[in-house]
């Protein structure tokens, strides 16, 4: 089992900057995939950045020259920084977790949560 924690959302105005953190405990040696997708208000929740066990990252195009993903693989983390921000960028953005056990078994893991709200 995998638990994420996530932190570092607030109110923030238009073009400032937030980082956004979250911490892996539990089976932390199986994840494979760490990310960030992200919910609005009457929307489908959406891929925002994802970073694989060998460092491969991608980003949704709404974001890529503003956000950036990182993990620290020793720490179990991954983080992202969000410049440039925009009132398109109000969700609630949800740390993301895959893992692969030697069995060969998938299993994805959310954390709850945290608000990030971009005002005009």
């Known amino acids: 089992q995998v638990q994420l924690v996530e932190s570092g959302g607030g109110l923030v105005q238009i073009g400032e900057s937030l980082r956004l953190s979250c911490a892996a405990s539990g089976s932390t040696s199986s994840i494979t995939t760490m990310g960030w997708w992200r919910q609005a208000p009457g929307k489908q929740r959406e891929l925002v950045a994802f970073m694989t066990e060998s460092g491969n990252s991608d980003y949704a195009d709404s974001v890529k020259g503003r956000f950036t993903v990182s993990r620290d693989y020793a720490e179990y983390t991954v983080s992202l920084r969000m410049n440039t921000l925009k009132p398109d960028d109000t969700a609630v953005y949800y740390c993301?977790?895959?893992?692969?056990?030697?069995?060969?078994?998938?299993?994805?893991?959310w954390g709850q949560g945290t608000q990030v709200t971009v005002s005009s």
């Open positions: 993301y977790a895959a893992t692969l056990t030697m069995f060969g078994v998938r299993k994805e893991y």
